[in-house]
């Protein structure tokens, strides 16, 4: 459409909130030190109130210290009470926390001024100081009480006649302030916990995930070696002049290299076996009972390692007979390619030239299955596959 100029026009909502950040939400340390916070900050404030307030009950006489234990006891009740009332209804046990500072610092109209010590400083002072611990999630909440509590307490020093406590009352905030401070640094030593842990857990995923596809990738090179590589090498190595076995050969590699086993399938691991009779520049003789089902990713390990060991059988052995067992007694796997060439001293070959122990060791490995390779000088060679059902 020439000459037409088309314009875009996108929901409200999606364009303002095209740069609005998504909110944090605190990680799993964060979580529990708040959980911690609230918990043991209410209860050691339920504790302390309660001792001052028996405090208070000692140094006045029987009215008053009535009074002293119900002002004590009612903000030791809400302190044990707010660890659930405070997810119920947080308005509300805010307000309750309110309403008792303001009886605390009242009370002294009553009780008498405490301008530099008593009970009453001391609860004003452990309330401004464990409202913040109490409330790690809502410090707006922490700051309205501790500064209500100084409030009140000033106030009800002035009207009980003991003046203004300026000291009192400044240090209380400052020590509301200094709590406020050490709850900001401990969730902050959280955070960075939480985000250490965070990449820490993204980087072995990653690492995890790096692993993973390197094994499938030597898994999928170990089965291009064990089907058309090998298959092509005997082509090309003229090992044989007869080549009807070939097409057999190439249609069986594409079946494995293409199909989707399930861990839930079995193969015939005598079907399989049975093949390698046809193994170009060997007569090879198996003897394996049918039908020998097995889970395909065994069952192809010890297929492919057999191939891999008539492989090495035609090329050193000198000999050009093998025999292939296969047995299963208790739940035992035992799979056998024997040969009565050369042989060869393990110990003497070259590490960098191990390539019949560790490629086909280590294919059955993967298997949950072990190799186990027997042979010497002039006295033939046995490789031995086992596996477990259990």
Known sequence: MHGTTQSIVRPPSTVSGEHRAEPRLPGASERHLQHVSVRGASWLRAVL??????FGMIGHGAGDAALAVVVAGAITVMSCAQVRLRTLSPAGTVAGNL?????????????????????????????????????PDRPGAAHLIACATAACYAVGC??????????PAGRM????????LGLLMVRRAARLYDAATRRLAERRSAAAAVRAQRDADLAYMALLHDTASTTFLIVSTGATDDFGWLSTQARRDLDVLTTPWSSDQEL??????????????LDVRVDVPRPFAMPPR?????????????????????????????????????????????GFDPGRVPHHRRGLSHSIRGRMVA????????????????????????
């Open 298 to 342: 065994p069952a192809l390990a010890i297929y492919h390692g057999v191939r891999e060991a008539l492989s090495n059988v035609r090329e050193h052995a000198g000999d050009p007979g093998a025999v292939v067992t296969a047995s299963e007694h208790d739940g035992q796997v035992e799979v056998r390619v024997a040969d009565r060439g050369r």
């Open 173 to 180: 905030l400052v020590q509301a302030a200094l709590s406020f």
């Open 367 to 390: 298997a949950d299955g072990d190799v186990a390779i027997r042979s010497a000088p002039g006295d033939g060679t046995t490789v031995t596959w086992r596996w477990s059902r259990g």
């Open 49 to 54: 109130v309660g001792l001052c307030g028996v």
């Open 268 to 281: 015939d691991l005598a079907e399989l076996l049975g093949s390698v009779t046809a193994f170009p520049g």
């Open 158 to 167: 002035l009207l009980a006649g003991g003046g203004l406590p300026v000291l």
């Open 99 to 135: 309403a008792l500072v303001a009886v605390l610092g009242l009370s002294q109209v009553h009780l008498g001024p405490q301008p530099f010590s008593g009970w009453i400083v001391a609860t004003a002072s452990i309330v401004s100081v464990t409202c913040y611990f109490e409330w």
